[in-house]
Structures are given as C-alpha cells and as structure tokens.
C-alpha cells in the first residue's frame, strides 16, 4: 500500500511512522509513505497557501490552488484508490472501514487546517472525509497517522503473528478479553486460576465470556446478535 499525505506541518508526522508496527512494515516494502509538503505546490512567492474566507468571518482557508496542483501532480503518477481529506464533519473512522481500505494499494490523504479547506476541492477532488472522532483537532495530520496506523497494521504479513491483528478488539464486534503476564501475584492480586490450568478449551471458553461480558458492560453501542 502506498500512502500519500500532503500537509504544511510534514514533522508531526515523522514520529508516527518512524517506530513500532509502522516502521517495520515500511522497512519490509509492504508500506510505503511519502509526506508533501503543501507549499511546494503554490505558486505564490511567499509559499502562502490560506486566504481569507469569501463573506468573512474568523479563520483563514486553505487555497484551492495548491492543493489542486498537489492532487494533480500525484494523480498524474499512478490511479489512487482514495483521495481522503481528514475533517471532523466526516464519516467516523471504524474497524470496518479500516479493513476495507487496507485492501487498497494507493491513497491520498489530505490534511486539512485553520477553518478548512475552499470547498470546490471537496466537491471536486475528495471521494471520503473521515473524522477519528467527535472533537476538533488543530489540524489532520494526527488524524492522517492514526487513519494509516489502522490500515498499515492490517496488510498481511505485517504483524508477525498473522491471527493477531484479526483478533483485535473490534474485529469481531467485541471488545478484547483482559491479559495478564508474570508476576502470578502482585500485592495479593492474582492473575484468575483459569489462566494458569493449561486447559486450552476452558481458557477459550472464558476469554469468550470475558470479552462478551465486556462488550456489553463497556460498549453496549456494539450491536451483537
Ligand atoms: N481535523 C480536525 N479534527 C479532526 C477530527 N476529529 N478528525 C479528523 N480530522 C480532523
């Protein structure tokens, strides 16, 4: 999968991908990321990209020009599966939509700023808005890590152990079932006897419980039949 991100803030995303499950899956070749910076693409002497709002009103918006050169340039390369601009008024990111989209091989992410972006570029560029939750960010980029966090972890062959993200909480409308490791007991807390039987069956039987039990404590939103 090859993701592209055009923003004017390039660092904030450098930590995202430079560790962890992200990292080893751009160093096997499965992933590859390329940042942009937006102001490469303007042809306005000080590298402006934002412009008053038409009819006022607070907040700066970001140019169509720019971003329509960057999107051309990137769609003049290769055919892109998705053009996706990050904004809290779009469809909430869930596991679903995770899954569909780790299927694709090429996306845009557009990361948007100030009070948005000029909106012919939603109507003519953008096919899907995704917001990651019901808050306004200061701007997209740690909504374009988290949205290419999601997808990268669920490529084949980048986990190492293929059953492990499959069995993420939510993969299967449940939430995951409690983990613990060693000590066996911390301060008189004791890991539950079930865990320590060795009995593989009963062990299944119980995390099934547990997460089934969790779901519906914790997000009873979870529509399970
Ligand atoms: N930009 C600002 N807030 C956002 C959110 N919640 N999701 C995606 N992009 C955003």
Redesign the pocket.
């Known amino acids: 999968m090859r993701i592209d991100i055009i923003t004017i803030f390039p660092e904030i995303l450098q930590g995202p991908f430079s560790e962890s499950i992200v990292k080893r899956a751009i160093s096997k070749g499965l992933a590859e990321i390329y940042i942009h910076q937006l102001r490469d693409f303007t042809s306005d002497k000080h590298k402006k990209v934002d412009d008053y709002a038409f009819s006022g009103g607070a907040g700066m918006v970001m140019m169509i020009e720019p971003i329509a050169k960057a999107i051309d340039f990137l769609k003049s390369e290769r055919e892109y599966d998705e053009i996706i601009y ?3 008024d ?1 469809d909430l990111l869930d596991q679903p939509m995770a899954n569909k989209m780790s299927m694709y091989k090429n996306i845009i992410i557009l990361c ?1 700023h100030y009070k948005g972006i000029d909106e012919r570029i939603r109507e003519h560029y953008i096919t899907k808005e ?11 980029e740690l ?1 374009a890590a988290v949205i290419s966090d999601s997808l990268i972890r669920l490529i084949p062959g980048v986990i190492g152990d293929e059953t492990s993200a499959l069995s993420d909480s939510f993969q299967n409308g449940l939430v995951s079932p409690p983990v613990y490791t060693r000590p066996r007991e911390f301060k008189g807390w004791k890991v539950p006897d079930i865990l320590l039987s060795g009995n593989d069956k009963l062990i299944d039987e119980w995390k099934f419980e547990q997460s089934l039990i969790r779901t519906k404590q914790r997000r009873p939103d979870f529509d399970n039949k």
């Open positions: 990050t904004s809290p779009g948007g995704i917001s990651i939750g019901n808050y306004v960010l200061s701007g997209g909504a």
